[in-house]
């Protein structure tokens, strides 16, 4: 996540600038062409290039929209992780109680508590390492170019920054060592930890440590945690569709083709120079439409591991440290801080 106000003009280049490479050599070609052959015999009227342009403009932004409602979503998904997350700390600490039947044997009622919290902080690490693997549709899993670009993205304003992942070394400092070496074996680790939670909840209320209602209560949580990692797999494995996605593209590339043509014969009409006038012009709203196709093209999908995607790392330390302290423990992780302006 972005964190600062707005990009800078570095920033801003680095994101969309490469594009003018291209943008420049073609408005140049097609002046060249224009006003030395007979191309300048073929021209189009700006009433049907408006209405595209128009056409266009309409479906790039309900695509935008629409990917922004997929990133958005997503935040508020791990919202309601971190609420949940407080409520179960707080409630794992006022439900657990000694059985009424035995008293003293609730001596290890502290570890037990400890346990099901710490369970909890390697689920948040172990779900945000599962939601960014890449799928076959995000940036980085694209062959040639595409790939290349993500990379860079994710280097300079991306996971790359942040160094190694921590998920490894929160995962062995939160759960035992039978918990960890089982963690491969599952297909979905993350739901899997979830039910160890549960089953011991039913341990503990099986040895009188946890009342009926307390029980309801609680299982009512771990069925939250369930929900919110469910809509959030949904939004990693199911991608923007394809029909808005792609035919937005190439309906930008195809009025980005055809605006030199209305805007030279236009110009010409100024003088002989009037042409070289009109390219910086072409240059410039092409490269608008660019940029407005690159950002709902990069803002489908919210766990991907570039700067504008929700900040998982952020969010799961934060809760790490709520529940820390809610065990009374001071030896808390230093919260994460955004680096170069970028916050995950």
């Given at each position: ?16 600038g490469k594009h003018l490479f291209w943008l420049t050599p073609y408005a140049l070609l097609i002046a060249l062409l224009y006003r ?266 919210p766990f991907e591991g570039l700067a504008n995607d929700v900040p998982m790392l952020a969010l799961s330390r934060t ?26």
């Open positions: 996540m972005y964190v600062k106000k707005n990009y800078n003009l570095r920033e801003t280049f680095f994101n969309s030395y052959t007979a191309l300048h015999e073929f021209s189009l009227p700006w009433l049907p290039l408006s209405l595209i342009g128009t056409a266009v403009t309409f479906y790039v932004g309900f695509k935008n929209n629409q990917a922004y409602d997929r990133l958005w979503e997503a935040r508020t998904v791990w919202g309601g992780i971190v609420n949940s997350s407080r409520m179960w700390g707080s409630n794992i600490k006022a439900f657990v109680v000694p059985a009424a039947s035995s008293p003293a044997a609730g001596e290890g009622l502290p570890e037990q508590k400890r346990a099901l919290i710490y369970r909890h902080i390697a689920w948040l690490y172990q779900l945000r390492r599962q939601l960014l693997e890449p799928t076959a549709w995000e940036h980085i899993s694209l062959p040639g170019v595409y790939r290349r670009d993500a990379e860079e993205k994710s280097q300079k304003m991306g996971l790359g920054l942040f160094g190694e992942d921590v998920t490894e070394d929160r995962l062995q400092r939160y759960l035992s060592s039978a918990e960890q070496a089982a963690l491969p074996t599952y297909k979905n680790a993350a739901a899997q930890l979830i039910d160890q939670q549960s089953e011991h909840l039913a341990r503990l209320r099986k040895a009188g440590h946890v009342g009926d209602v307390e029980h309801v209560a609680l299982q009512g949580i771990l069925n939250d945690f369930y929900e919110h990692q469910g809509k959030a797999e949904r939004i990693k494995k199911t991608p923007f569709p394809r029909q808005f996605a792609s035919f937005g593209f190439v309906m930008v590339c195809i009025f980005i083709a055809m605006l030199p043509f209305g805007f030279f014969s236009e110009f010409a009409k100024i003088g002989d120079n009037g042409i070289w006038l009109a390219v910086p012009f072409v240059i410039l709203i092409s490269w608008v439409y660019v940029v407005m196709e690159l950002v709902g093209d990069y803002s489908e999908n809760i790490e440290i709520d529940l820390l302290q809610q065990l009374g423990e001071t030896d808390l992780p230093a919260p994460i801080q955004p680096i170069n302006h970028v916050l995950l």
